[in-house]
């Protein structure tokens, strides 16, 4: 069975930083497409960051700059590095896994999520 599991939200201060993990079990991911997400209170699920296999990223733009995505396939771990924290960034993080083909953006591109961890950023 897969699994997704992250770790690393916790409540900070505005310009603080926090590293978000992501552990895979149930199948090798080196070759998928890894990627977070957020959700607000109120707001859709938005797409953060990916990676695929080789290490090719891509960021939204209210993040690009400020956070890091990577991975380390030994370990089926990805990381997200947050830095510069803001408090519109306030949000559930999820991690998703899905084949590196489907379009990163696409909530129905995954096929397995992480039950969320959450990030609260004061003023």
């Known amino acids: 069975q897969v699994q997704l599991v992250e770790s690393g939200g916790g409540l900070v201060q505005a310009g603080d930083s926090l590293r978000l993990s992501c552990v895979a079990s149930?199948?090798?991911?080196?070759?998928?497409?890894m990627s977070w997400f957020r959700q607000a209170p109120g707001k859709e699920r938005e797409f953060v960051a990916t990676i695929i296999w080789h290490g090719s990223t891509y960021y939204a733009d209210s993040v690009k700059g400020r956070f890091t995505i990577s991975r380390d396939n030994a370990k089926n771990t990805v990381y997200l590095q947050m830095n510069t924290l803001k408090p519109e960034d306030t949000a559930v993080y999820y991690c998703?896994?899905?084949?590196?083909?489907?379009?990163?953006?696409?909530?129905?591109?995954?096929?397995?999520w992480g039950q969320g961890t959450q990030v609260t950023v004061s003023s």
């Open positions: 149930g199948r090798a991911f080196s070759t998928y497409r």
């Open positions: 998703a896994t899905g084949p590196s083909a489907r379009p990163a953006l696409v909530r129905a591109s995954y096929d397995y």
